[in-house]
């Protein structure tokens, strides 16, 4: 899979459409916002890339509706390597930037000292629990984005006016 694939946010939302659901050309243009020439060549590339499918097309007066669908449940994103932005990240960002600023939300950053052990145990407890409620998740229900982050942080340079 192609790293490009899922760079754009424009990608990253039709694949948010199609998380719980399949959906058709129109139906995803109509919720991500986009032209329907603009959705059909987003949707080509997810394809392409492996990403989304068709999952059923039916016949609607002489034109075949295809429906596309996630080709899997979660996708494992190569790691972007040194100095390239984390896309995952990238994109929840603008998510929560476009989220309307009246809704409740959760948004925290902590800094930890931790062992090697409970950075692992807590990176093990943090997917565990991404997972549980991925299993809870009803297509019925509004949607809900959780993006969580657990690195050790690169050596800062210190800024001038930080020096005392």
Same mark, same amino acid.
Not at 34 to 47: D, F, I
Not at 124 to 138: I, V
């Given at each position: 899979?192609?790293?490009?694939?899922?760079?754009?946010?424009?990608?990253?939302?039709?694949?948010?459409?199609? !998380?719980?659901?399949?959906?058709?050309?129109?139906? #995803?243009?109509? !919720?991500?916002?986009?032209?329907?020439?603009?959705?059909?060549?987003?949707?080509?590339?997810? @394809?392409?890339?492996?990403?989304?499918?068709?999952?059923?097309?039916?016949?609607? !007066?002489?034109?075949?509706?295809?429906?596309? =669908?996630?080709? =899997?449940?979660? #996708?494992?994103?190569?790691?972007? +390597?040194?100095?390239?932005?984390?896309?995952?990240?990238?994109?929840?960002?603008?998510?929560? @930037?476009?989220?309307?600023?009246? +809704? @409740?939300?959760?948004?925290?950053?902590?800094?930890?000292?931790?062992?090697?052990?409970?950075?692992?145990?807590? +990176?093990?407890?943090?997917?565990?629990?991404?997972?549980?409620?991925?299993?809870?998740?009803?297509?019925?229900?509004?949607?809900?984005?959780?993006?969580?982050?657990?690195?050790?942080?690169?050596?800062?340079?210190?800024?001038?006016?930080?020096?005392?």
């Amino acid at each position: 899979m192609s790293l490009r694939a899922v760079s754009s946010l424009t990608r990253h939302r039709i694949m948010a459409v199609l !998380r719980f659901e399949p959906a058709t050309i129109t139906q #995803i243009a109509g !919720r991500v916002g986009l032209a329907k020439g603009s959705s059909s060549y987003h949707v080509r590339l997810l @394809e392409r890339a492996g990403l989304v499918k068709v999952v059923r097309t039916r016949k609607v !007066r002489g034109v075949t509706e295809r429906y596309y =669908a996630m080709a =899997a449940r979660a #996708i494992v994103l190569p790691d972007p +390597g040194t100095g390239q932005p984390d896309v995952l990240m990238r994109h929840a960002v603008a998510d929560l @930037e476009a989220a309307p600023v009246d +809704g @409740e939300r959760y948004v925290r950053m902590a800094h930890l000292r931790l062992t090697e052990e409970q950075f692992t145990e807590l +990176g093990a407890r943090l997917e565990e629990l991404a997972d549980e409620y991925r299993q809870l998740s009803d297509p019925a229900l509004p949607d809900v984005s959780l993006a969580f982050a657990l690195f050790r942080p690169g050596p800062r340079e210190q800024a001038e006016g930080d020096a005392k």
